[in-house]
Protein backbone atom coordinates (compact mmCIF):
# COMPACT_ATOMS: atom_id res chain seq x y z
CA UNK A 1 0.00 0.00 0.00
CA UNK A 2 1.54 2.94 -0.74
CA UNK A 3 1.83 6.22 1.71
CA UNK A 4 -0.57 8.21 0.42
CA UNK A 5 -3.34 4.75 0.61
CA UNK A 6 -2.19 4.76 4.02
CA UNK A 7 -2.42 8.52 4.53
CA UNK A 8 -6.12 8.65 3.69
CA UNK A 9 -7.03 5.26 4.89
CA UNK A 10 -6.08 7.00 8.52
CA UNK A 11 -7.58 10.15 7.94
CA UNK A 12 -11.21 8.54 6.84
CA UNK A 13 -11.03 6.19 9.63
CA UNK A 14 -10.59 9.43 12.11
CA UNK A 15 -13.84 10.69 10.77
CA UNK A 16 -17.08 10.31 11.98
CA UNK A 17 -19.30 7.52 9.98
CA UNK A 18 -21.37 10.03 8.46
CA UNK A 19 -18.65 11.74 6.72
CA UNK A 20 -16.65 8.23 6.01
CA UNK A 21 -19.99 7.63 3.98
CA UNK A 22 -19.58 11.17 2.01
CA UNK A 23 -15.41 9.92 1.63
CA UNK A 24 -16.71 6.66 0.27
CA UNK A 25 -19.72 8.61 -2.49
CA UNK A 26 -16.90 11.11 -3.25
CA UNK A 27 -14.61 8.36 -4.31
CA UNK A 28 -17.14 6.36 -6.04
CA UNK A 29 -17.61 9.84 -8.06
CA UNK A 30 -13.70 9.31 -8.86
CA UNK A 31 -13.83 6.80 -9.95
CA UNK A 32 -16.86 6.74 -12.42
CA UNK A 33 -15.27 10.30 -13.74
CA UNK A 34 -11.92 8.27 -14.43
CA UNK A 35 -14.14 5.15 -16.08
CA UNK A 36 -16.33 7.28 -18.06
CA UNK A 37 -13.12 9.31 -19.36
CA UNK A 38 -11.59 5.99 -20.17
CA UNK A 39 -14.45 4.88 -22.06
CA UNK A 40 -14.86 7.91 -24.42
CA UNK A 41 -11.31 8.01 -25.51
CA UNK A 42 -11.12 4.17 -26.22
CA UNK A 43 -10.16 5.07 -29.71
CA UNK A 44 -7.63 7.78 -29.11
CA UNK A 45 -9.48 10.31 -31.58
CA UNK A 46 -10.04 13.66 -30.09
CA UNK A 47 -13.37 14.23 -28.89
CA UNK A 48 -13.81 16.98 -32.37
CA UNK A 49 -12.70 14.46 -34.94
CA UNK A 50 -15.60 11.62 -33.61
CA UNK A 51 -17.82 14.13 -34.03
CA UNK A 52 -16.87 14.93 -37.07
CA UNK A 53 -16.89 11.68 -37.82
CA UNK A 54 -20.65 11.05 -36.71
CA UNK A 55 -21.73 13.85 -38.51
CA UNK A 56 -20.58 12.44 -41.66
CA UNK A 57 -22.15 9.03 -40.69
CA UNK A 58 -25.45 10.82 -40.13
CA UNK A 59 -25.32 12.89 -43.56
CA UNK A 60 -24.80 9.70 -45.46
CA UNK A 61 -27.64 8.12 -43.85
CA UNK A 62 -30.39 10.86 -44.57
CA UNK A 63 -31.92 11.26 -41.44
CA UNK A 64 -33.90 13.88 -41.91
CA UNK A 65 -35.31 13.06 -45.49
CA UNK A 66 -38.90 12.77 -44.38
CA UNK A 67 -38.70 16.57 -43.12
CA UNK A 68 -40.19 18.46 -46.27
CA UNK A 69 -40.12 22.32 -44.64
CA UNK A 70 -37.25 22.59 -42.36
CA UNK A 71 -38.27 25.92 -41.04
CA UNK A 72 -41.89 25.07 -40.30
CA UNK A 73 -40.41 21.52 -38.32
CA UNK A 74 -37.80 23.98 -36.11
CA UNK A 75 -41.16 26.35 -35.39
CA UNK A 76 -42.92 23.41 -33.89
CA UNK A 77 -40.45 21.96 -32.40
CA UNK A 78 -39.65 25.08 -30.24
CA UNK A 79 -43.23 26.24 -29.87
CA UNK A 80 -43.82 26.91 -26.09
CA UNK A 81 -45.78 23.96 -24.38
CA UNK A 82 -46.83 23.09 -21.17
CA UNK A 83 -44.66 20.53 -19.47
CA UNK A 84 -46.01 17.15 -18.28
CA UNK A 85 -47.41 17.75 -14.90
CA UNK A 86 -46.75 21.48 -14.60
CA UNK A 87 -50.10 22.74 -16.28
Known amino acids: MSIISQQILEDVESLPEQFQAEALDF ?3 LKLKISKKDAMN ?3 EPNGAKLAK ?24 CKDRPLPGRE
Open 27 to 29: IQF
Open 42 to 44: QTG
Open 54 to 77: LMAEASKKNLFSEIKDPVAWQREI
